[in-house]
């Protein structure tokens, strides 16, 4: 018995990375970890992932990823110094554990227009 032709493996096209989808995703419009992850079909552990190396690579092309802080439900506490993508475990002031997540957008920097 003879084996059939394997059919031949088409590449995928430079624009449909993942990444590519997070940042039309995000272009303009305020999206939580969770959010993403679901509409691009990966772990909201790889959202973050994806979203650091974004953060440095849209920077070149005059882009920003605007990071709304997240934000603590029971006292109010917004985690503005904040640097990492994630989430944080609980708010420093009421040691409360329920948090608004960080929204995640894509903006043009002030000044640098099309």
């Known amino acids: 018995m003879g084996q059939k032709p394997r059919k031949p493996t088409v590449p995928r096209p430079a624009l449909d990375t993942v990444r590519?989808?997070?940042?039309?995703?995000?272009?303009?419009?305020?999206?939580?970890?969770?959010?993403i992850s679901a509409r691009v079909h990966i772990t909201e552990k790889e959202v973050y992932g994806h979203l650091e190396h974004i953060r440095l690579s849209i920077h070149a092309s005059g882009g920003?990823?605007?990071?709304?802080?997240?934000?603590?439900?029971?006292?109010?506490?917004?985690?503005?110094?904040?640097?990492?993508?994630?989430?944080?475990?609980?708010?420093?002031?009421?040691?409360?554990?329920?948090?608004f997540e960080p929204l995640f957008a894509i903006r043009q920097r002030p000044g640098e227009d099309d």
């Not at 303009?28 to 970890?33: E, I, N, R």
């Not at 605007?66 to 110094?81: D, I, L, N, S, Y």
Request: positive net charge; glycine residues 4%.
């Open 20 to 35: 590519h989808a997070v940042i039309e995703l995000i272009r303009d419009q305020p999206l939580p970890a969770k959010e």
């Open 64 to 99: 920003l990823l605007e990071v709304t802080p997240a934000e603590c439900r029971a006292c109010g506490f917004v985690f503005t110094k904040r640097d990492r993508l994630t989430p944080p475990g609980k708010c420093p002031v009421c040691r409360h554990e329920a948090i």
